[in-house]
């Protein structure tokens, strides 16, 4: 990635694989899923301004960004600045977790009444899976919670004709969950707390502008707990029986780019190493494509689903359960050689990383005798992350109704050792409940 006083800009599909044919799960094949294209190379407010003009040909911009990043730095002005305050027709700072309804309609209306023709998320997390929605509910004219739900994956009484979004999304990450490469999207219903996923054609961001200087701003905490969970992309994709050659070379270069650029990260004291963000970013970016190209994830993945209503950021849910599910794989792998052969070759991979092998040592680890599960421990400690369900103060006594839940996960079944009953899972959280 070039300099930005270089200002060369690299412009390109995020994704070189089309999608694969259920996406979480989801059959794809009557859905147009786009692929968004990717800017990079330059500052984060000139590529914006740049593409709302040329790209889209945009004149009335709505800006939704990160509560945080708006707040504590000068970064949204400049990027208002960029695009022409006259050009602003709106603001909203901030997006509360798990995307409420009651938010999505409301920036949806704003956008409807200032005749929004680009919408921005500036920051990551809830405000890039809003936006989606908004999009969706600007092209049907969706108004009120009542007519939302029927947009949702689990609505008994979908419409008949879906109008694809036509307010293209420009998505400006802040973290590493990977959210704007992903077509689908999850809102909550204020009403009763569940979050539902939506997925229909032409959903999702147009263009993603990647921008590691401006990562610099992002609290440490949230950087690398949001890695692990693109470290856990990778390392599910890996693990997968159903992989092909494909996914695996991309997961491999994921994780060979996600892990030695986080420790960098951790280790960068004076917030500095805009090299070691943007090695993270084009991780993620791997990892993603693993998911998009229909690569199943598992046991991680489907009981961590259950642990973000509790209050665990979906990070921190990658950080707790990815290594103990490994750990369950190989303990149950009922004599399945592929199972065993795979977690080596992840183990391989981390144990060639110069600077991933150093700190697997210093935590006194053992290649010969260590597995998975112990190595990818060691790194989230290094990294100064939680590892207990005790450590996010969730007790031991939500167990039993996690353990079911989790089972209705689409996930859950495609874990290597499919999990199939409680006690199952149940096994997998009492290792982690500290």
Known sequence: MSSHGEAIETYELAFTTPPGPDLAGIPTASLNIITPHVSSGLPYDTACAKHISTAFAASNVYIVASKTLAATTDR?????????????????????????????????????????????????????????????????????????????????????????????????????????????????????????????????????????????????????????????????????????????????????????????????????????????????????????????????????????????????TSCIMCPAVMKYNIRHNDGKPEITNRQLKIKEILWSEQQVADTLRNADLAKETVDLGDCLSAIIKALGLPQTLKEMKISPDVIPALSERALADFWSPTNPVPLLKAEQVREILEAVSG
């Open 76 to 316: 949204l002005d400049r990027l208002i600045a960029a695009i022409g305050k006259d050009h602003v027709v709106g603001v909203r700072r901030g997006v509360t977790p798990h995307t409420p309804w009651s938010e999505i309609l409301s920036i949806a209306a704003e956008c409807r009444d200032a005749k929004a023709d680009c919408i921005v998320t500036f920051g990551a997390g809830s405000l890039t899976d809003g936006c989606k929605i908004v999009a969706l509910c600007l092209a049907n004219n969706i108004r009120t919670p009542e007519e939302l739900a029927t947009y949702s994956l689990e609505s008994k009484t979908p419409p008949a004709k879906v109008h694809e979004p036509t307010v293209p999304l420009i998505c400006i990450p802040t973290s590493l969950s990977g959210g704007e490469y992903f077509s689908l999207a999850g809102g909550t219903d204020d009403t009763t707390g569940h979050k539902q996923p939506f997925l229909h054609s032409g959903m999702g961001s147009r263009l993603v502008i990647l921008d590691p200087e401006l990562c610099l701003t992002t609290p440490e905490y949230h950087w690398l707990s949001t890695g692990i969970r693109a470290v856990d992309h990778c390392v599910e994709a890996l693990c997968c029986l159903t992989a092909t050659s494909e996914s695996d070379q991309k997961a491999e270069e994921g994780l060979r780019l996600l892990v030695p650029g986080l420790l960098r990260c951790k280790a960068d004291a004076e917030g500095k190493d805009v090299e070691a963000r943007a090695k993270c970013q084009a991780g993620v970016r791997l990892g993603m494509e693993c998911v998009r190209m229909g690569v199943p994830m598992g046991g991680s993945h489907a009981i961590g689903h259950q642990l973000g209503p509790l209050g665990v950021p979906h990070g921190v």
